[in-house]
Every structure is written in C-alpha cells, then in structure tokens.
Nanobody, 115 residues
Framework: QVRLVESGGGLVQPGGSLRLSCVAS????????MGWYRQAPGKQRELVAL???????NYADYVQGRLTISRDRTKHTVYLQMNGLKPENAAVYYC?????????WGQGTQVTVTS
C-alpha cells in the first residue's frame, strides 16, 4: 500500500503561482510514475502531468508551458509548479502514484483562482 499526502493548494489571484507537493510513503518501489490529475466541478478527472522514476515527463496538451512537474526521488515527492494561473485552472488536484499492477490516489488539494 502507498499513501499520498498532497499540500500547497489554496486561493490565488489570476496570474499568480502555486507549488503543489505530494509525498509518497509505504511500499515505494524503485520504478514508478507519479503525477497530477485535476477535477473541476461537474467535470471528469483529467490528466495534468506525469513523471517517471527516470524523470520522463508527460503533460496534457492544455498545459502550454505554464506548469512544470518535477520530483525528488530521495524524498519520494512530486511537485507541480503552476505559474500564470487562470480561473479555468481552478480544480481539486489529485496526486497519483503508479507501479506495476497498482495505482494510488491522494485525497486532493483545492486550487482556487479568483480575483
């Protein structure tokens, strides 16, 4: 079992920045993929970005360079740096951890973008 704890969400004005963090604990494997999904009210959960243990990244098309995913393997932590936030970026952001045969989710952290 893997436990994921997210932090860093909050309220930000349009154009502002946030850095989300997610710490994994438990049965951590050497080869895994961590990342972020988001879910806005009334919408399905969708991919934001993923990063493998080898630091290969995969971003959703809409990210357009304003979001950067990174990880610290020694700390079992994945980050999402979000710059130039827009109201449409508001959602609950969920951390995910994948390894062979299993996917785990965090509880989510709320990001609100409003003036």
């Amino acid at each position: 079992q893997v436990r994921l704890v997210e932090s860093g969400g909050g309220l930000v004005q349009p154009g502002g920045s946030l850095r989300l963090s997610c710490v994994a604990s438990g049965s951590i494997s050497s080869f895994n993929t961590m990342g972020w999904y988001r879910q806005a009210p009334g919408k399905q959960r969708e991919l934001v970005a993923l990063i493998t243990s080898g630091r290969t990244t995969n971003y959703a098309d809409y990210v357009q360079g304003r979001l950067t995913i990174s990880r610290d393997r020694t700390k079992h932590t994945v980050y999402l740096q979000m710059n130039g936030l827009k109201p449409e970026n508001a959602a609950v952001y969920y951390c995910t951890y994948r390894r062979l045969g299993a996917t785990y989710w965090g509880q989510g952290t709320q990001v609100t973008v409003t003036s």
